[in-house]
């Protein structure tokens, strides 16, 4: 069974997106006439995801209120950042809400992707994985490293190569999609610090927890959290 509950990254400013994101939160910028986020909340129910976090901070009484206003079939609770946690720090707030039910899926508010979840899933349960990230074959300013067993070896920022794990023959470097399944236990690894971004977290336990990196492949990937990504879906169905 998949996961009945996910978490929506929707917390950040959207600096990218500016001037939209000046008046409206990131989350409720529209592509093809709905937010992403009602896209996103969308594609959860469709997998059967039941229950929803979705953490906010810049404008946060849009967000909420728009969520209130809509009847989605499932439960979607909103979680205030009175300070932006990071990503990390975001799920850690939120890992009391999370818990109870199994594995969780985390989904950043600005992707909208025709990846299979189901698929993921599967992948996350026979690679015994405790952490799967989505990724695809695509340049990023932060690749992951991935070996040839699909197992998370690290990352590379700029020049410098960070190694967090031991790893098997051939690495190649994939571009993290803001889509990850986590298993509950990864709650109790959290740091001390409640302010943290979840990648460098992730690499931080690989040596005691699975790190795994499901390639999503061509289908349909977008980053929603660039203005030209936007005004380009928004003007393809005009």
Not at 140 to 162: F, H, M, N, W, Y
Request: aromatic share 8%; hydrophobic share 45%; proline share 3%.
């Amino acid at each position: 069974m998949f996961p009945v509950k996910a978490m929506i990254l929707a917390a950040g400013y959207g600096k990218r997106l500016k001037p939209l994101t000046d008046k409206i939160p990131k989350a409720l910028v529209e592509v093809n006439g709905i937010p992403m986020i009602e896209h996103v909340i969308r594609k959860l129910k469709g997998y059967g995801v039941n229950e929803v976090v979705v953490n906010t901070h810049y404008l946060s009484a849009q967000v909420e209120q728009f969520l209130a206003s809509k009847d989605f079939g499932i439960k979607v609770k909103t979680l205030f950042e009175f300070d932006i946690l990071g990503t990390g720090g975001a799920i850690k707030n939120a890992a009391e809400l999370l818990a109870g039910t199994g594995p969780v899926i985390i989904y950043n508010a600005d992707v909208l992707s025709d990846c299979n979840l189901n698929d993921m899933y599967s992948f996350h349960l026979i690679r015994e994985a405790d952490i799967t990230l989505a990724v695809n074959n695509r340049k990023s300013q932060r690749p992951l490293l991935i070996d040839q067993d699909d197992t998370v070896a690290g990352r590379i920022i700029g020049s410098k190569t960070e190694i967090a794990n031991d790893y098997n023959g051939i690495i190649h470097q994939a571009g993290f999609c803001g889509m990850h399944i986590i298993e509950e236990k990864i709650f109790s690894l959290f740091p001390s610090e409640n302010v943290f971004d979840i990648i460098p977290f992730y690499l931080s336990i690989a040596g005691n927890a699975k790190v795994k990196a499901f390639d999503i492949g061509k289908v349909k990937w977008y980053d929603l959290g660039k203005a030209e990504t936007i005004k380009l879906l928004n003007k393809s169905t005009q």
